[in-house]
C-alpha cells in the first residue's frame, strides 16, 4: 500500500542544532496488514509515521501510496490525502478537553460538511463498536483512561480511512488496556484495515495480531 | 438543540428586534408630526429661537442669540457650567471671525 | 448545503470553545456590549435631538436683531424697528420682550420670561410651562410670587400650563402680558429686549442682515439658517466631555483587541495543533477563530444596539440626566422621537465588530499554520 524510498528526513537544516531523524529509510508496507516499527526512543519511529502518514514532508526520498506518488503534492492536496487515508492514534491521545466525547470523534469529518444527523449516527456506531456508548455525551477530561484510549481510535476511524497509524499506544496504559488495545487492532485488520504502529512495548510487538515487525535504530531500519 | 442552531437563532432575533426597532422609530415618526408640529407653532407663535435643554445659565439656555462675551458672564472668574456648556458648545456663527 | 453544514460545525466548535471558559467570555461580552451600549446611546440620543431642533425650530425668527454695548446684550431702542423698516425687503418689524427670572423660591430655577405677540389673557396672571409647573408644584389657578424690580412682590395666577408634549421648547417659559413684564422689570415703554425681522425673501437674510449691520452699528443681526446651525452643532463629538466619552469608549476597545491580538496561550497553541492534526486544513481553523470573534462581536453589538434604543427612546435616556442636568434646576423631561441614522448605526458596526474579530485571527495566523508534526512529537 505505502512505499517509501531513501527517506530523508532532517530537522533545523545547515543550523547548528541540525538534527537528521530518519537517514535513508525504504521500506514497502501491504495494505491489511498490522506493521510494528520497534526501537527505542530516539530511533525516529515517530518521524517515521509522520511521513507515512503525509504528516510531514521528507528532505530527501519519494514515497508512493496505492502506486501514486505524492511526494511532492501541494499541502492542499496532501491534507486532503492524509485525512482520506490516515487515521491517527497519538501517543498522549490528545482529545480536546471541554467538548463531548462525541463531538471529539466528530471533530476530523466537520471540514467535509456532511449532514449532522448521519455523521452523529456514525460516530455512536463507533461509540458501540468499542462498547462507551454511555460516555459519549460526557466532557473528554471525565473519562477514564481506557475510555479516552477508545475514544482516540474511535476518532481515528470516523473518516473510514484506509490506515491506522498509531505512535506509542500503549505508553500510558497498563497491561491489560493494552491487550484490549491490541484486540482492537486485531478487530480493525479483519475489516481490511491497515494498521502501522510504533512502540516499544512487547505487549505490542510480540502481539499474535502483528504481522511484520520492523527495527529501527539512529533514523535507520536494522 | 445543537449550538450553533442555537446562538443562530438568538442573533436572528436579536436582529429581528433590531428591525423592529426601525419600524417602531417609522411608526412613532408619523405619530408624533403633530406633537412636533405643536411644539413649533408654539416657536412660531412665541418666536422662540432655542430648545429647553440646559437652563443653568444664558449661553446654554439660548445658546443661539448668546453673545460672544456672554460665558464670561459678569466675571472674568466666572465659573464655566459644565457639562452644559461642554455640551451645548459655542454656537458656529460665534465661531466664524467675521 | 455542504458549505454551510461546514460552516455550522466549525461554529458548533466555536461556541464549545467559548463555553469552556464561561465566565470570562460572558464578562467579555458584557463589558463589550457596554463599550457599544454608550456610543450608541450617545448616537441616537443626539442624533434625536438634532432632528427635533430642525422640524420645531423651522419658523424661528427670520432674523434676529440684539444690541450689544460694552461686550453685552443691552436693550433695543423701540425706534430702530422703524429704521430697520427702511431696508427694502424687509416685511415687518417687531420688538420682542423677554428675560430671565431666578427663582430663588422652587429650587433655584431659572424661568425664561416672554411676551407672546399675543397674550390671550389679562395682566396679572401667567401661563407657564410643564416644567415651571412641576418645579413649584402648580397648576392653573395657583398663584406664583414674582420679586419686582424695585423689591416690591407681583403675585401673578397660572391661567394655563403648556402641554408636556412641547417640552423640549416650552419648560421654563413664563408667559404674560406686556404691561407685567415692563412692571416686572422696569423696562421704560421706549425699549425691548431686541427685535424680530419678517422678511419677504429668505434668500436675502444675509444682505439684509448685513445692512441692518451697516445701518445700526451697534447691534448684531442673527439669522435664521444661524439658529439652525446652532443645533446642528449642539453636542458635537468635538465639545469636551463627548470627546471624552467617545475615547474612553475607543480606549476600552482597543485594549480588548489589543489583548486578544496579544497572542494565544500555550494550551489554546495546542488545541490548533490537534485541529490540524486530525484533518482541520489552516483555513479551517483560521475560520473558527474568525467564528470566534464574531460571535462574541455581533452579540455584544446587537445587544448594545438594542438596548442604547431601548434606553433613549423609552427610558428617555435617564441614565443621561445627571450628567446632562448639570447645574439646571428645571430639567425637561426628554421624551424623544425615534430618529435614527442608519448610516450611524452602521459606522459603529465597523469601527466595533470589524476591529475586534481581526484582532482574533490575527495572533492565531502563526498558530493556524503550524505543522501538525509537531503535535506528534509533542
Known sequence: MIEINNIRKVYNAGVHNEYVALDGVSCSLEAGKVTVFKGPSGSGKTTLLSVLGCMARPTSGRIVLSGRDITSLPERFRTDVRRRTFGFIFQQFNLIKGITALENVMLPAYPFGERRASLEKRALLLFELFSITRRAREKAELLSGGEIQRAAIARALINDPKAIIADEPTAHLDSSLSRDFMELVGRLKQEGKTAIIASHDPIVYESGVVDRVISMRDGRIE | ?98 | MNKIEKQRYILDFTLSSLLRRKGRNAALVLVYTFIVFLPASVMFFTHAVKREAALVLADAPEIIVQRIVAGRQALVPASYADRIKTIRGVNAVRGRLWGYYFDPVFGGANYTLVVPEYYPYDDGTIAVGSGVAGNSGSGEDNLLVFKAHDGSLKTLRIREVLSSESELVSADLVLMSQHDFRRLFGIQPAYVTDLTVAVRNPAEYVTIADKIAKLLPDTRPIIRDEILRTYDAVFNWRGGILLVVLAGSVAAFVIFAWDRAAGLSAEEKKELGILKAVGWETSDVLMMKLWEGAVISLTAFLTGVLLAYAHVFFGSASLFEPVLKGWSVLYPDIRLTPFVSAPDVAVLFFITVIPYTVATIIPSWRAATIDPDSVMRS
Open chain 2, 1 to 98: 438543540m445543537r449550538k450553533s442552531t442555537t446562538f443562530l437563532t438568538f442573533i436572528l432575533l436579536l436582529t429581528i428586534l433590531m428591525g423592529f426597532a426601525f419600524a417602531h422609530a417609522r411608526a412613532r415618526q408619523r405619530a408624533d408630526m403633530p406633537r412636533l408640529q405643536r411644539s413649533a407653532d408654539l416657536v412660531r407663535l412665541f418666536e422662540l429661537t432655542d430648545l429647553c435643554l440646559f437652563t443653568d445659565a444664558q449661553y446654554t439656555r439660548h445658546p443661539a442669540v448668546s453673545v460672544r462675551h456672554t460665558a464670561f458672564q459678569d466675571h472674568p472668574l466666572s465659573f464655566e457650567h459644565f457639562p452644559s456648556g461642554s455640551l451645548s458648545g459655542p454656537p458656529p456663527h460665534l465661531m466664524n471671525h467675521e
